[in-house]
């Protein structure tokens, strides 16, 4: 319950005001003399305040008016015995949250206070989650700027902005691509990017789940309706009322799972293990998977008639090694979030190691990308991540990169692989040009034309 300022100056009626709202669990404090209102607003810090339009020769309404300039936040709701149309119009233009008139039946008084609270609260919360909102939609940013990932984020709009227009339901959405490539992050964008979605965010992880527990999970249950059930207890379906659930992983969803999913889904109801009435939800339902769901239906591992109701909106995540600069941007954002959990202080990738993950093939996606620089970071001296810092896996010589980027059908920069084994060499050599030319088996005076082509000095070692 909130805190509670009275501000009244007829004494027996403030009391009688403070003992009604203190016994129904309000913390209340009482003001007789207007002058006083403003310092113990300061000092006791209400959420509600109620407040006499007269007192004495200073007007409530102007105390309303400076006190939602000091602290919009604070709810007034002002009571006179002096009622009129007019007094209410000014009362509410200056910020008041209601208008009561005296005399004051108490019951009424104390339904009016918590009808205030409830809604200050809601707006409190509404707030907040579209500030995580925006935070979500910032942070998507960090998922790549390539066509593939605009595109992506350009179709997500279009389907909060349709699907808004049509009055808000959203029909399922599947996200698919390859392991570590942030299906998890794109499901809490769309999440964020539907403004009638002002409920939570659940996510279930369905190869963490034991498949006798499924259901139970999903659905809920009643006490007592199996062993070990002690109390009731919904389950993800009505967590996510009104918000998002995920399922991620959901070609791993077991079989005999499924026909209970696909009729939740076309009737938006779930029944609770043990319970004898439906219970009635509205959510958008991501789900996920890296594996390919036409294979499984036609194998009969997955229900054909599941899969399409799930892929009513589909999105493929590319692979990360297909994204260019890409990998560069989320290295620098992991970097950044590095930098603050294990307290290295302008943590940083030097320019030749930028080389190598721009290179690397990624088999793991941005999963990998972030483990690798967090093992990185876990081990260096200083605060600049090198070549020989990187996981062994990443630290793949030039042509073996070249390699790898061919048998993928990539393109490959020829004269960056030849600078790549240049600086390799000079390394090698501790900038020895002669000792560098006769490891590459080429002149030391070709060596160094290279040298000056690429803007090579014995400095880059």
Request: glycine share 6%.
């Amino acid at each position: 319950m909130p805190k509670t300022l009275i501000v009244e100056d007829e004494i027996s009626l403030a009391r009688a005001m403070g003992d009604a709202l203190t016994d129904a669990g309000h913390e209340v404090q009482l003001v007789h003399i207007g002058e006083k209102v403003i310092a113990e607003c300061h000092t006791f810090q209400p959420q509600i305040i109620l407040m006499d339009v007269r007192l004495g020769g200073i007007s409530g309404l102007d105390l309303l008016e400076e006190i939602k300039d000091q602290s919009p936040e604070i709810e007034v709701i002002v009571v006179t015995a002096y009622g009129s149309v007019e007094v209410a119009v000014d009362a509410i233009k200056r910020g008041a949250a209601d208008f009561l008139t005296k005399p004051i039946d108490l019951d009424v008084l104390t339904v009016a206070v918590e009808k205030v609270w409830s809604a200050s609260q809601a707006r409190r919360q509404l707030q907040q989650f579209r500030s995580a909102q925006k935070e979500r939609l910032r942070q998507i940013q960090l998922i790549g700027e390539c066509p593939a990932m605009i595109a992506i984020r350009q179709q997500v709009t279009r389907l909060a902005n349709r699907t808004a227009a049509a009055g808000g339901e959203v029909p399922a959405i599947l996200l698919t691509g390859q392991t570590g490539t942030g299906k998890d992050l794109l499901a809490s964008y769309i999440h964020a990017a539907l403004p009638h979605r002002t409920g939570p965010f659940v996510a279930l992880n369905c190869t963490a789940v034991p498949t006798e527990l499924f259901e139970s999970e999903l659905f809920g249950h009643q006490r007592g309706s199996f062993s070990g059930a002690t109390a009731d207890k919904c389950g993800m379906f009505e967590t996510a009322d009104g918000g998002t659930l995920f399922l991620d992983e959901i070609g791993d969803l077991p079989l005999s799972t499924q026909p209970k999913l696909l009729r939740a889904l076309e009737t938006h109801t779930v029944r609770r293990i043990g319970d004898t009435r439906d219970r009635s939800f509205d959510l958008c339902l991501i789900a996920a998977t890296n594996r390919n769901l036409d294979v499984l239906a036609a194998e009969r591992k997955f229900r054909e008639d599941l899969y399409y109701r799930l892929k009513g909106v589909t999105i493929e995540l590319p692979p990360l090694q297909s994204r260019g600069d890409d990998v560069l941007m989320l290295a620098d954002h992991f970097c950044t979030q590095l930098s603050a959990k294990y307290k290295i202080r302008n943590l940083t990738i030097a320019s030749a190691a930028r080389q190598i993950l721009k290179n690397h093939s990624w088999p793991g996606n941005v999963r990998e990308l972030q483990h690798a620089l967090e093992s990185a970071a876990l081990m260096i001296a200083g605060s600049i991540i090198d070549t020989n810092d990187l996981p062994l896996p990443i630290q793949t010589d030039p042509v073996r990169q070249a390699e790898q980027s061919l048998d993928n059908d990539r393109s490959i920069n020829l004269e960056q692989v030849e600078r790549d084994l240049i600086e390799r060499a000079l390394q090698r050599t501790n900038g020895n040009v002669s000792a560098a030319a006769r490891l590459l088996s080429i002149g030391r005076e070709a060596l160094r034309y290279r040298m000056n082509k690429f803007g090579l000095g014995t400095e880059c070692t």
